[in-house]
């Protein structure tokens, strides 16, 4: 995962300090496979529980865009599902169609998902 310099990304964990230098010593530990396996179990884990309702806000500095490519519809569903769990979240985002994208709307993009 690409980091902006400087930013830590544990600075907004909801976890004590304690409990960060544990995942910390833990994830340092882990091999890719294992660090993808532990990712999968947790996200369902989480799904169950209701934990995804539960996360606190995220704020970011620039919208989030959502370049949709979709022939059969179902990317574009996806997009607008993704668009409407991030500003549920006071994540402000944009959705944008690839046939309609110029190169100077990629070159203002600092945050994207890309659904194909």
Not at 64 to 70: H, P, Q, R, W
Not at 106 to 115: C, D, P, S, Y
């Amino acid at each position: 995962m690409e980091q902006s310099p400087g930013i830590d990304p544990w600075s907004t964990a909801p976890f004590t300090r304690r409990e960060i230098e544990e995942l910390r010593a833990l994830v340092a530990k882990l091999g890719p496979a294992q660090r993808f396996w532990l990712s999968g179990y947790l996200a369902g884990t989480a799904q169950r529980a209701g934990a995804e309702t539960a996360a606190p806000p995220l704020a970011a500095a620039d919208p989030v865009t959502i370049l949709v490519g979709s022939h059969s519809g179902n990317g574009e569903r996806l997009a607008k599902q993704l668009a409407e769990r991030l500003a549920g979240r006071q994540v402000p985002c944009r959705l944008l169609d690839k046939m309609v994208c110029r190169k100077t709307d990629l070159e203002k993009i600092n945050t994207q998902f890309v659904i194909v």
